[in-house]
Structures are given as C-alpha cells and as structure tokens.
C-alpha cells in the first residue's frame, strides 16, 4: 500500500492513502469474476466421441462375433 | 453425523463468519503483527559489558513484535544499533541508553488497552506543536467524530511531535511513510487490530469526509482484497494480544441495520 514514491509539488498534491481511495471508489468489495460467454463446442465434440466409441465397438463386436460363429455351410 | 459431513458444516460456518466479521475485528484476532528487527551492528568483538546489555535489552523486548540480532560488519567506524521493519531502516541508535523503553511508552500502553477492550480504532492526532496548524485539525477531528454514529467505540488521542517521553512512537508513526518526517503537518493516524496504524491523513487531508471513510473502512466487511492487502504499518510494542473483548461496533450495528456497509 505504499504511495509515498510519487512526486508531488506542494503537501495538498500529496496523494491521499490508497486505503482511503480504495475505501471511496468501493474497490476494496470482494468482485467476483466476470463470467463471459465462450463459444462451446464440447456437446459436439462429445457426440462425436460417443458416435465414434459406438462404432468401433459395433465394427470389434461384429468381427468377433462373426469370428467365433460355427461355419454352417 | 459422518465426520466428513460435519467438518463441511464447521468449515462453512467458519467462512460464512469470516464475510460478515468487521475489517478492525477481523485483523484484531487473525492478523499477527509483524515483527521488527533490531540489529547490533559491531566491527571488534563484542565486550563483556556489552554483551551483558544486549542480554538486557533481548530480556525487554522480549514479548514484543521484534527480534534482536547481532552482526559483524566491517565497514563500520563504530558500533550502533538499527531497527528495521521489512526492508525500511527506521531509526538508528549509538548506543545502549537510547533504546530505553523502545517497545513500550503510557501512551501505547492505553491505546493497546482501548483496543482490547473493543474499542473500534484508536484516533491518533500528532501534532506539530504550532497552534495555528494543529487547532483547525483538531477542531474537525472532534467534531466528526462527535457526529458520527461510532462515536462510542472510537478514541481520539493527542500527541505532540517532540514528546521525549513517546519519542520512539513518534518516530514509528513518521516512518509508517518514507516522508512524512519531513512533513511539519498535523496528522491523523487511524490505530486499530494489534497496534497497526493506517498510513495518515494529513493537513486538509483531515476532514469530515475522509475521516468517516476511515470509519467506514473499519467498520466494512472484511473482504478478500483488504485480506490478502492489509494497509498500514504495525507499531513496536510489548502486549499479548489474546483474548481481547468482543467488538462493541457489532452492538451498534445490531441496532442500527441501516448502519451496515461493505
């Protein structure tokens, strides 16, 4: 909270303490973070995840499944 | 109740106190004051004599915020005492006589004992012993606080700039800013939680407004900013700080909602 390395010319230049214009301009309120908007693309970036998972594991089930089938013919 | 749940509920109780506790309040009880260092710089070995004074002196600030420390040093003419707060050199000392009553004087004693007792701050007008400077100041100073709805838990002491019996004090309170010892002005000094005095109001910087943003400083929730960026500088004295009395600024706020800031 040092001020006291600013040049002034004359005592009433002086400025005054920062706890005190901190105190008169409200800036020593806790301010929560400001929230802005991102464009989000997680949702399809998960549907596209899930829909891949699913394929592969539809294409290695088929594989396997086709695999282990007893030939009838 | 699981152990788990009920550590949730103190922890949340804690923090749900610790946004309403008053910023005075708040530093009283959780802030430690910072310690000062006071260093025995020495060129020749240290002498029998002296070692039985610095002993003597350790035995005196010995419960106070400071620590002692002797240094060999070479470049030095002859041996003196410094006494640092941070990385700020204070004061200087040329020998043993000048430290007397260095951490305690009747003055720090009866703000300490105010502030223990609730008292929201302690005002401090250091005066320059120019009437025609201090009268005005003092004038305002009274009448504010007379006005202002704290008047009960705030205390105005006076104290003169070349009092020999306070001049340790005096010469804490000129260095909580690197100039103010070349300012010949009155000035007001705000004392509050463990002998930490706010850096001052001075000259036409003492008025009605600037005085209640000092109170209202006090008297505001204790946020995360003024937490984590605690103003003012501690003032050197011998007290055990525990168990001071409640607030008396809650009662007042308990009566007067209307009173309540942030």
Same mark, same amino acid.
């Given at each position: 909270?040092?001020?006291?390395? @600013? ?8 400025? %005054?303490?920062?706890? +005190? =214009?901190?105190?008169?301009?409200? $800036? ?6 400001? @929230? ?8 399809? %970036?998960?549907?596209? +995840? =899930?829909?891949?998972?699913?394929? $592969? ?17 | ?262």
């Amino acid at each position: 909270m040092k001020q006291d390395t @600013l040049q002034y010319r004359s005592i009433d230049d002086r400025p %005054l303490p920062k706890w +005190l =214009t901190d105190q008169r301009d409200g $800036l020593n309120r806790y301010q929560p973070e400001k @929230l802005e908007m991102k464009e989000d693309n997680s949702l399809t %970036l998960s549907f596209l +995840l =899930t829909g891949g998972i699913i394929i $592969l594991v539809i294409a290695v089930l088929t594989v396997y499944v086709l695999k282990k089938r007893p030939n009838r013919y | 109740m699981k152990p788990v749940y009920l550590r949730i509920l103190v922890l949340s109780g804690i923090l749900s106190m610790a946004c309403t506790t008053k910023v005075s309040e708040w530093v009283l009880l959780n802030s430690e004051a910072n310690n000062y260092l006071l260093v025995y710089y020495h060129k020749d070995p240290v002498t029998e004599p002296v070692k039985k004074q610095n002993e003597q002196i350790g035995r005196e600030i010995n419960s106070a915020n400071i620590q002692f420390r002797s240094i060999l040093r070479n470049d030095i003419e002859k041996p003196y005492y410094a006494l640092i707060y941070g990385n700020r050199l204070f004061s200087t000392y040329n020998n043993h006589a000048e430290l007397k009553n260095l951490s305690v004087s009747p003055l720090r004693e009866k703000i300490a004992s105010e502030l223990m007792s609730g008292m929201l701050c302690v005002m401090l007008y250091l005066k320059t012993g120019n009437p025609e400077k201090d009268a005005p100041a003092s004038e305002i100073i009274k009448r504010t606080v007379a006005a202002s709805p704290f008047r009960e838990v705030v205390s105005v002491r006076e104290l003169d700039r070349s009092s020999t019996e306070e001049k340790h004090f005096v010469s804490m309170l000129l260095n909580v800013e690197n100039d103010l010892k070349e300012i010949n002005e009155p000035m007001l000094f705000g004392i509050f939680a463990r002998f930490k005095a706010l850096e001052p109001l001075l000259a036409r910087g003492i008025s009605t407004e600037n005085i209640n943003l000092m109170i209202d400083f006090l008297t505001a929730d204790c946020s995360c900013l003024i937490k984590d960026n605690l103003p003012g500088t501690d003032i050197l004295f011998t007290n055990n700080w525990e168990n001071p009395l409640p607030a008396l600024v809650n009662r007042i706020l308990d009566e007067n909602p209307a009173l309540l800031h942030h």
